[in-house]
């Protein structure tokens, strides 16, 4: 028998442990996520950039980000611990109300129909609870499908973000 390697365990198909998953700290998994949300976010992306242009831009944004705010990552994983999906929730004092608000700056899932994103935002709201946030907001895009599964679980328009070409 040769000791020199581990046997790699073959691992039932992702689509069929995802069912029994839970919900973990995100740090560290924090590779993965972003390595995740920068394949997603490029397809809603209008910017003309080369995939390196695009790698540095989001880093940038990324580090900015974190550089404000007290931040929380929380992870679906299957049974074997296999990444299923984040969320991504910051909090900060709102400019209108002057409150602890909770930003979900990102909730993405692998596979949907699961209750994989609905676990994931709920930890995040129930974190926020503790942490004493007064509310919670998000941005989501017009065209995006994921914006009637906001409104679904309670979520309203409060204001409208109007941009315009220069």
Known sequence: MFLGK??????????????????????????EIFEYDMDVS???????????????AYS????????????????AVDPYGRYLGHVWVCIMEDTVDFVPTAYIL???TKISGLGIGSALLER??????????????????????ALNWYRR??????AFILEKEL
């Open 6 to 31: 581990k046997r790699k365990e073959k691992l039932p198909p992702i689509e069929e442990t995802a069912k029994n998953f839970r919900i973990v700290d995100g740090e560290p998994y924090l590779d």
């Open 42 to 56: 490029r397809g809603f992306s209008r910017a003309e950039l080369s995939d390196d242009d695009y790698a540095s």
């Open 60 to 75: 940038r944004v990324i580090n900015r980000l974190l550089a404000h705010g007290e931040h929380k990552f929380f992870v």
């Open 106 to 108: 990102d909730v993405e």
């Open 124 to 145: 995040a709201e129930d974190w926020a609870r503790e942490k004493g946030a007064s509310k919670v907001s998000l941005r989501v895009e017009l065209d995006n499908p």
């Open 153 to 158: 679980r309670g979520y309203r328009e409060r």
